[in-house]
């Protein structure tokens, strides 16, 4: 489904396009570097397993880019992410295969074409690690 077809055309409960991602300890120590988030639980592993945690983990802040490159892969060039509300429910490790997706839960155009969207982040075993709303503009 792309908003490409028309807003008039989007259907609440409809599932947008997911996204997959497996982040790479490589990637956290980048995300690292181009978020300012150097909390060592992210690049050192007998750190964060002292804190009591299995190994390294992923950044929410990552899980959060990759739904916001989910939604933007959607709406393209047609639309602007108006609101984003993530909580993070659970770990992401190096390695997992994390799947983003999106069902519009709403719509309305007063002034401007919105469609506000239930957002979650899944990894492999099934776990949602990441889940709230957004809320995109429309141009069509």
Not at 23 to 38: C, E, I, R
Not at 58 to 85: E, P, R
Request: hydrophobic share 35%.
């Amino acid at each position: 489904m792309s908003p490409l077809t028309g807003f008039d055309k989007i259907a609440v409960g409809a599932e947008i396009p997911s996204l997959v991602k497996q982040p790479t300890k490589q990637q956290l120590v980048m995300w690292a570097g181009a978020s300012g988030d150097y909390n060592p639980i992210h690049y050192d592993k007998d750190f964060a397993q002292s804190r009591g945690l299995p190994g390294v983990v992923v950044h929410g802040q990552l899980s959060t880019a990759f739904i916001c490159q989910m939604l933007s892969d959607w709406y393209g060039k047609t639309g602007s992410l108006k609101k984003l509300n993530v909580s993070y429910k659970g770990l992401n490790l190096p390695g997992d295969m994390l799947t983003c997706h999106g069902v519009v839960k709403g719509k309305s155009s007063d002034g401007e074409n919105l469609v506000t969207l239930d957002v979650w982040v899944e990894n492999q075993r099934g776990e949602k690690t990441a889940a709230g709303t957004a809320t995109v503009s429309l141009t069509s």
